[in-house]
């Protein structure tokens, strides 16, 4: 058993934390008591008394193998893909590379203070699995997907539905659950690349192993155009995922920003999440996703780095651009950072918040250079959502394991 102290905050309510100055967390990394007063301390006691514990940060949207290709200007999403993009994910079919820039990619998630990442991996199926290998060894908690494509994209990352639902079974048999923290998801890229034989085919493994599904959805108007130019009788690029049979409560959706109030109940009434990526928005310039409208349509929305076409590795900083999108006060924001992404991926009985019984995936925030840990809260938090970054994250626990610096 182990009791931390320190000014502990939990964001299950996005309009008023929980505060606490003691955690006890137990062998098994479980919370099992929250308390503002001292408990009888059984075991060791952590003394982070300067510091804020928060939860664990949560980014449902993020390209493994784009790491090294940020701050990569070009034009239209399109381009940037054909340009960028395609030969940097091709390059991760050498086994190799793949495991270097894995390592470094969880490496670096932790050490900014993501305890949990809902990622894209590449379309290789060896790529993928050293992917689930390096998230296994460096303990953060992931959701991971081998990209599918079968056209429009370089011939070397295309593949077939029948090989498709081939690669998903054979990796997510191994790892889909893993620990209880590995996960697989389904993952074709977009509909621009994928034909609906493809999208049905995945669709329906995903039915039949309980997997997760990610996808991306209305990022950029020349790309919802391109949609319904390849699918004419489709309604809405949304009503294509639904057709495709796509849209569901395990499915995790990047950006959608240009959609319509029927495309909302569609994503609603399926019970399909919505990852708000709003640095990688600014970045390719793809417009401002309107957070009030979705909330207002019953849909739950979490955030997301997309790197690359997102810049920052950090969630606070993610944060700040999601606060520059649409103006919230940093309770709220803290709150999609974290209950936001566990009820994205239906983990809110385990993680997104720091409560009796759930697991112990925790950062650890110096906020000295930014206000101490005294004074206002509202006036704090601000200040970490707007100037922080990873130099604020101290220390990374999943599962009540220590993970960075180890």
């Given at each position: 058993m182990r009791t931390y102290r320190a000014r502990i905050l939990s964001f299950e309510n996005p309009s008023s934390p929980s505060e606490y100055r003691y955690m006890s967390v137990n062998d098994e990394g479980h919370i099992v008591a929250l308390s503002r007063e001292k408990p009888a301390i059984t075991g060791e006691l952590v003394d982070y008394s300067e510091?804020?514990?928060?939860?664990?940060?949560?980014?449902?949207?993020?390209?493994?193998?784009?790491?090294?290709?940020?701050?990569?200007?070009?034009?239209?999403?399109?381009?940037?893909?054909?340009?960028?993009?395609?030969?940097?994910?091709?390059?991760?079919?050498?086994?190799?590379?793949?495991?270097?820039?894995?390592?470094?990619?969880?490496?670096?998630?932790?050490?900014?203070?993501?305890?949990?990442?809902?990622?894209?991996?590449?379309?290789?199926?060896?790529?993928?699995?050293?992917?689930?290998?390096?998230?296994?060894?460096?303990?953060?908690?992931?959701?991971?997907?081998?990209?599918?494509?079968?056209?429009?994209?370089?011939?070397?990352?295309?593949?077939?539905?029948?090989?498709?639902?081939?690669?998903?079974?054979?990796?997510?048999?191994?790892?889909?659950?893993?620990?209880?923290?590995?996960?697989?998801?389904?993952?074709?890229?977009?509909?621009?690349?994928c034909t609906m034989e493809l999208m049905r085919a995945s669709a329906e493994v995903a039915r039949e192993m309980n997997l997760y599904v990610q996808t991306h959805l209305s990022e950029q108007v020349g790309e919802i155009e391109e949609v319904l130019r390849l699918f004419p009788d489709a309604e809405s690029y949304t009503d294509v995922y639904l057709r495709a049979g796509l849209l569901g409560e395990r499915t995790i959706v990047a950006h959608a920003i240009h959609l319509s109030d029927r495309e909302r109940k569609m994503l609603a009434d399926t019970g399909t999440k919505v990852a708000h990526c709003p640095s990688s928005n600014f970045f390719l310039h793809s417009g401002v996703m309107d957070l009030k409208a979705q909330e207002k349509a019953g849909l739950t929305v979490s955030l997301g780095s997309d790197v690359g076409a997102g810049p920052f590795l950090s969630m606070l900083e993610v944060m700040r651009d999601a606060y520059y999108a649409n103006p919230m006060g940093p309770f709220k924001a803290f709150h999609l950072l974290t209950m936001g992404g566990a009820r994205a991926l239906g983990m809110e009985d385990r993680i997104g918040s720091l409560e009796a019984g759930k697991e112990a995936d925790f950062v650890v925030i110096d906020p000295e250079p930014l206000a101490g840990t005294g004074g206002e809260l509202e006036v704090l938090l601000s200040r970490l959502m707007i100037l922080g970054d990873e130099r604020n994250v101290t220390a990374r626990y999943v599962r009540g394991r220590k993970l960075w610096p180890s």
């Amino acid at each position: 058993m182990r009791t931390y102290r320190a000014r502990i905050l939990s964001f299950e309510n996005p309009s008023s934390p929980s505060e606490y100055r003691y955690m006890s967390v137990n062998d098994e990394g479980h919370i099992v008591a929250l308390s503002r007063e001292k408990p009888a301390i059984t075991g060791e006691l952590v003394d982070y008394s300067e510091y804020l514990i928060l939860p664990g940060f949560i980014d449902t949207h993020i390209h493994l193998p784009q790491l090294h290709e940020r701050a990569r200007i070009s034009g239209s999403l399109l381009e940037w893909l054909e340009r960028y993009i395609f030969p940097a994910e091709g390059r991760v079919a050498d086994p190799n590379f793949a495991r270097e820039v894995n390592e470094e990619f969880f490496s670096l998630l932790l050490r900014n203070g993501t305890t949990t990442a809902v990622v894209f991996s590449s379309s290789h199926r060896e790529a993928t699995e050293i992917a689930f290998e390096e998230a296994m060894k460096s303990g953060i908690r992931a959701v991971i997907g081998q990209v599918l494509m079968d056209m429009n994209g370089p011939g070397e990352l295309l593949t077939t539905p029948e090989r498709a639902v081939e690669d998903i079974k054979a990796v997510a048999s191994r790892w889909h659950g893993f620990d209880g923290r590995l996960f697989y998801a389904v993952t074709p890229r977009f509909a621009v690349s994928c034909t609906m034989e493809l999208m049905r085919a995945s669709a329906e493994v995903a039915r039949e192993m309980n997997l997760y599904v990610q996808t991306h959805l209305s990022e950029q108007v020349g790309e919802i155009e391109e949609v319904l130019r390849l699918f004419p009788d489709a309604e809405s690029y949304t009503d294509v995922y639904l057709r495709a049979g796509l849209l569901g409560e395990r499915t995790i959706v990047a950006h959608a920003i240009h959609l319509s109030d029927r495309e909302r109940k569609m994503l609603a009434d399926t019970g399909t999440k919505v990852a708000h990526c709003p640095s990688s928005n600014f970045f390719l310039h793809s417009g401002v996703m309107d957070l009030k409208a979705q909330e207002k349509a019953g849909l739950t929305v979490s955030l997301g780095s997309d790197v690359g076409a997102g810049p920052f590795l950090s969630m606070l900083e993610v944060m700040r651009d999601a606060y520059y999108a649409n103006p919230m006060g940093p309770f709220k924001a803290f709150h999609l950072l974290t209950m936001g992404g566990a009820r994205a991926l239906g983990m809110e009985d385990r993680i997104g918040s720091l409560e009796a019984g759930k697991e112990a995936d925790f950062v650890v925030i110096d906020p000295e250079p930014l206000a101490g840990t005294g004074g206002e809260l509202e006036v704090l938090l601000s200040r970490l959502m707007i100037l922080g970054d990873e130099r604020n994250v101290t220390a990374r626990y999943v599962r009540g394991r220590k993970l960075w610096p180890s």
